[in-house]
Each structure stands twice: as C-alpha cells, then as structure tokens.
C-alpha cells in the first residue's frame, strides 16, 4: 500500500504562485510513474503533469505548459508541483497520484482557488 498526502493549497489572485506538494509514504520502493491531477466543480478529473519513475521524463497538459512545473525526490518520497502565473481557470481540487504495482493511488486532494 502507499498513502498520499498533499498540501500547498490555497486562495491565490490571477498571476499568483503556488507550489503544491505530496509526501508519499507506505511501500515507496513500489512507486513508478507519479502525476498530479485536477478536478473542477462540474468537469471530469484531468492530469496536469506526469513524471516518470526517475522524474527523468515529463508530460505537461496544453493548459499548463510553461506555467507549471513538476518535480519530484525520491530521496524524500516527494512530489512538487509548482504553478506560475495562475489564472482563474486552474481552480480546482489537486490530487496527487502514484502508480505501484499496476495500481494507482490517489491522496485526498487540496484545493486550489484563483480569483480574477
């Protein structure tokens, strides 16, 4: 089993930052693949970005390339996501996702308000 716990939410102005965070914790040696997720009121969940096993490789969606950035430590059994210049239609809740033994897992999400 591997739990996730995310934080770094939050109420943030139009051009703001934020970086998000997940700690993972459990059987971390399983972990593969790591993504973050979002889901907003009244739309089906979307990845947002995917790093691979080694954080050697990343995919970002078209809505957030080149404003956000994901990274991750295994060192640490960390995950970050740090979002740039945010807009109003990046909120959502994130939810942090890691993939172990054919298996995927899912933390309880943080949410992410950008006002206009």
């Known amino acids: 089993q591997v739990q996730l716990v995310e934080s770094g939410g939050g109420l943030v102005q139009a051009g703001d930052s934020l970086r998000l965070s997940c700690v993972a914790s459990?059987?971390?040696?399983?972990?593969?693949?790591m993504a973050w997720f979002r889901q907003a009121p009244g739309k089906e969940r979307e990845l947002v970005a995917e790093t691979s096993g080694s954080g050697g490789r990343t995919y970002y969606a078209d809505s957030v390339k080149g404003r956000f950035t994901i990274s991750r430590d295994n060192g640490k059994n960390t995950m970050s996501l740090q979002m740039n210049s945010l807009k109003p239609e990046d909120t959502a809740i994130y939810y942090c996702n890691a993939q172990a033994y054919s298996a995927n897992y899912w933390g309880q999400g943080t949410q992410v308000t950008v006002s206009s």
């Open positions: 459990g059987r971390t040696l399983s972990i593969g693949p």
